[in-house]
Nanobody, 111 residues
Framework: QVQLVESGGGSVQAGGSLRLSCAAS????????MGWYRQAPGKQREFVAGITSGGRTTYADSVKGRFTISRDNAKNTVYLQMNSLKPEDTAVYYCASVGNWGQGTQVTVSS
């Protein structure tokens, strides 16, 4: 049974930083692609960042240069380091891999 558990969300002021974690069980993240997505109130879920099994990373234009996705194979965990946060980054953030989704973690950025 695959389980993805996000953590690290919270409330910060604009310009602040947060690091989200996505801990996986039942799936080996080092051999599967993993993505971070977010959904703001009243909006569709959107792609934020992804990392392939080979370590190649991709980012949405809106977060390039501010967010960094990384993976710790030993911990079977993927991270999303978010810097220079903006109010428009406020959303529930989800991690996903091979059709499996976590429960989400709330990120709120105040101006």
């Amino acid at each position: 049974q695959v389980q993805l558990v996000e953590s690290g969300g919270g409330s910060v002021q604009a310009g602040g930083s947060l690091r989200l974690s996505c801990a996986a069980s039942g799936i080996i993240l080092s051999i599967n692609a993993m993505g971070w997505y977010r959904q703001a109130p009243g909006k569709q879920r959107e792609f934020v960042a992804g990392i392939t099994s080979g370590g190649r990373t991709t980012y949405a234009d809106s977060v390039k240069g501010r967010f960094t996705i990384s993976r710790d194979n030993a911990k079977n965990t993927v991270y999303l380091q978010m810097n220079s946060l903006k109010p428009e980054d406020t959303a529930v953030y989800y991690c996903a891999s091979v059709g499996n989704w976590g429960q989400g973690t709330q990120v709120t950025v105040s101006s």
